[in-house]
């Protein structure tokens, strides 16, 4: 396999293990509603919600955002080519010519991973 082709790979285990595990946790919780468990609702007056689940749901929605927001840093982990535009465009240091050289090498990456290889 190419160098592309397993960063290629790593970044997408990366990304869909980052995903199963929050939508494990908030599959998990939609079980505990649909059974309408008693660990959700308050001990003393059933339309209140227990702290368990007050808790637990806020911190899927947190693991959720730093899910998505810690994307970028797997897709720069795992490409450099990602990561050096994304480097140069936040340091305000890209210009034009260095756009276009990243462009280029991205378009001949591209290109060479569509080629038929002997690695077999």
């Known amino acids: 396999?190419?160098?592309?082709v397993k960063?290629?790979?790593?970044?997408t285990l990366a990304i869909v293990t980052s995903y199963l595990?929050?939508?494990?946790?908030?599959?998990f919780l939609t079980v505990l509603e649909r059974t309408d468990s008693?660990?959700?609702k308050h001990y003393a007056d059933e339309?209140?919600?227990?702290t368990f689940y007050t808790i637990f749901a806020d911190?899927?929605?947190?693991?959720?955002?730093?899910?998505s927001a810690s994307r970028i840093v797997i897709y720069c982990k795992c490409n450099p080519v990602i990561y050096a535009y994304v480097l140069s465009m936040?340091?305000?240091?890209i210009s034009r010519r260095t756009s276009l050289k990243i462009r280029e090498?991205?378009?001949q990456r591209t290109k060479s991973m569509f080629e038929p290889t002997n690695d077999l």
């Open 105 to 107: 090498r991205i378009i």
């Open 21 to 27: 595990v929050c939508n494990s946790l908030h599959m």
């Open 7 to 11: 960063n290629a790979v790593v970044t």
């Open 1 to 4: 396999m190419s160098k592309s």
């Open 38 to 40: 008693p660990i959700l």
């Open 59 to 67: 911190l899927i929605n947190a693991l959720y955002m730093i899910s």
């Open 47 to 50: 339309t209140l919600a227990s």
């Open 90 to 93: 936040l340091t305000g240091v």
